[in-house]
């Protein structure tokens, strides 16, 4: 789609070319951004051309690009103790072609905010932290799990980046199983839960059914009430691709499969 509000196009080549003008956004793989109207926007400054790596190693984990492709980030998988299934199906839940594999990057899906969101499925599940930088040349570092404050809305101030999100090596390594369902075999992520073993406890992150991610802990493996009372006070997402009851129905079956499969 033409965005016909659009006069200008920077390409940025340092962290000083990241500073908006008024009526100025981020670009990063446009995916989303080129498909629908942006009448606020004037300018677009395009962050992939700043030359991030995808993806480096570092001494607490993995730190991945924002603008780090869904395509490039299967490459993940190489990386010592790293769960290939988990990231597969994280990707394969974004029901696209590998042309938008190769475009869509895994900070505008986060940032983009969408309940779907599978990067922010993938990324709460594996407790990774966002690097964002701040227009006044700091940074700061938040939980993906609390960047994502709403649908379509994160904590992200006017002008702020995320640089990087830091996956430690204990997540990346550790045993995790992929639970999703959809009203049709190929329609948009109506809940998404997985599971992943933290030391002798379980990590259990709800997405896509609820307006924000959520993450529940448990210091040992939850009994069924357990489980069950866990998931009572969170809200429950409403949208064409799934009631809120049948959606909550769904999270539950799920969340109780996965952390048997994990127990088991």
């Given at each position: 789609?033409d965005l016909?509000?659009?006069?200008?196009?920077?390409?940025a080549?340092?962290?000083?070319?990241?500073?908006?003008?008024?009526g100025?956004?981020?670009?990063?793989?446009?995916?989303w951004?080129f498909?629908e109207?942006q009448?606020?926007?004037t300018?677009?400054?395009d962050l992939t051309t700043?030359?991030?790596?995808?993806?480096?190693?570092t001494?607490?984990?993995?730190?991945?690009?924002?603008?780090?492709?869904?395509a490039?980030?299967?490459?993940?998988t190489?990386?010592q103790?790293a769960?290939p299934a988990?990231?597969?199906?994280c990707a394969?839940?974004f029901?696209m072609s590998?042309k938008?594999?190769?475009?869509?990057?895994?900070?505008g899906n986060v940032c983009l905010?969408l309940?779907?969101?599978?990067?922010i499925?993938?990324l709460?599940a594996?407790d990774?932290e966002?690097?964002?930088?701040?227009?006044?040349?700091?940074?700061?570092r938040?939980g993906?799990v609390d960047?994502?404050?709403g649908?379509?809305s994160?904590?992200l101030?006017?002008?702020?980046v995320?640089?990087?999100?830091?996956?430690?090596?204990?997540a990346?390594?550790?045993?995790?199983?992929?639970?999703?369902?959809s009203?049709?075999?190929l329609?948009?992520?109506?809940?998404?839960?997985?599971?992943?073993?933290d030391g002798?406890g379980?990590v259990?992150?709800i997405?896509?059914s609820t307006?924000?991610p959520?993450?529940?802990?448990?210091?040992?493996?939850?009994?069924?009430a357990?489980?069950?009372?866990a998931l009572?006070p969170?809200?429950w997402?409403?949208?064409?691709?799934?009631a809120p009851?049948?959606r909550?129905?769904?999270?539950?079956h799920?969340?109780?499969?996965?952390c048997?499969?994990?127990?088991?």
């Amino acid at each position: 789609m033409d965005l016909d509000t659009v006069t200008s196009l920077r390409p940025a080549g340092s962290r000083d070319d990241l500073r908006l003008a008024p009526g100025e956004g981020f670009l990063a793989g446009g995916t989303w951004l080129f498909s629908e109207h942006q009448d606020h926007l004037t300018g677009l400054v395009d962050l992939t051309t700043l030359g991030w790596e995808p993806w480096t190693s570092t001494v607490d984990g993995v730190a991945i690009a924002s603008t780090c492709t869904i395509a490039q980030l299967l490459g993940l998988t190489d990386v010592q103790g790293a769960r290939p299934a988990l990231f597969r199906s994280c990707a394969e839940a974004f029901l696209m072609s590998a042309k938008i594999w190769r475009t869509a990057t895994v900070g505008g899906n986060v940032c983009l905010a969408l309940p779907a969101g599978a990067m922010i499925s993938l990324l709460t599940a594996l407790d990774a932290e966002a690097l964002v930088w701040t227009p006044d040349g700091g940074e700061r570092r938040e939980g993906v799990v609390d960047l994502v404050a709403g649908v379509q809305s994160t904590t992200l101030a006017p002008g702020e980046v995320v640089r990087s999100f830091l996956v430690r090596h204990e997540a990346l390594a550790a045993a995790a199983v992929f639970r999703r369902a959809s009203l049709t075999s190929l329609g948009r992520s109506a809940a998404v839960v997985i599971a992943r073993r933290d030391g002798d406890g379980l990590v259990l992150s709800i997405t896509a059914s609820t307006p924000r991610p959520h993450v529940l802990r448990f210091p040992h493996l939850p009994a069924a009430a357990e489980l069950s009372e866990a998931l009572d006070p969170i809200s429950w997402y409403d949208d064409p691709h799934g009631a809120p009851d049948w959606r909550e129905a769904v999270t539950r079956h799920l969340a109780a499969e996965a952390c048997q499969e994990l127990g088991a």
